[in-house]
Each structure stands twice: as C-alpha cells, then as structure tokens.
C-alpha cells in the first residue's frame, strides 16, 4: 500500500508555471505507475500525465506541462507551464502497481488528497 500526498497548488496569473509535487510512503514506489488527475468543479475527473519508464500526456496538457519521478525520494513532479485558466481545477496524484500507462482514473487504487490550482485571465 502506498499514501500520496500532493503540495505546490495555488493561484497563478495566466502563462505562469507551478509545480506539483507528490509525495509516497512505501518502499516500493518504483513499482508503481504514476499519474496526475485533475478535476473542475462540476466535471469528471480528467487525465493530465502518467509515468513509469515512460511517460503519457492529455493532448490538452502535452507541450505545456512535463510530469517525472525521483525514485529515490518517493516523489513525483508536475511542472506546469503557459498555463491557462481553463487548466483551473484540483490537481490528484495517483498510483497503480499496473504496468500501462492507464489514463482511466478507474485503474489507480491510491489517490492524494488533491491540491487547488487557480489560473486566473
């Protein structure tokens, strides 16, 4: 079992860039396969990134936005740049011992608590 906690939200002006960070107790996250979830209010939850050996994009977020791992810090980033405010939603990490990188939020058993990120016009 792994817990994830997410930090780096906050409010940014459009075209500004945060980072996310998302932290794994565990001493198996190299085993897991690591994504980013976002969710608006009122909307699904949405695929932003995954990683394992390799990486996976939204195309809304691909160019923009660059997910990666420090295995040996448990930790897994998000560095968001040119943002917009339609990118405006809680940002999720999440974890699956499932090899593909799986862009259904059905396929991660372990989620953060999530972290605000406000873009504004």
């Known amino acids: 079992q792994v817990q994830l906690v997410e930090s780096g939200g906050g409010l940014v002006q459009a075209g500004g860039s945060l980072r996310l960070s998302c932290a794994a107790s565990?001493?198996?996250?190299?085993?897991?396969?690591m994504a980013w979830f976002r969710q608006a209010p009122g909307t699904e939850r949405e695929f932003v990134a995954a990683?394992?050996?390799?990486?996976n994009y939204d195309d809304s977020v691909r160019g923009r936005f660059t997910i990666s791992r420090d295995n040996a810090k448990n930790t897994v980033y998000l560095q968001m740049n040119s943002l917009k405010p339609e990118d405006t939603a809680v940002y999720y990490c999440?974890?699956?011992?499932?090899?593909?990188?799986?862009?259904?939020?059905?396929?991660?058993?372990?989620w953060g608590q999530g972290t605000q990120v406000t873009v504004s016009s």
């Open positions: 999440a974890a699956t011992l499932a090899v593909p990188l799986y862009s259904d939020y059905r396929k991660y058993a372990y």
């Open positions: 565990g001493r198996t996250f190299s085993s897991y396969t």
């Open positions: 990683i394992r050996w390799s990486v």
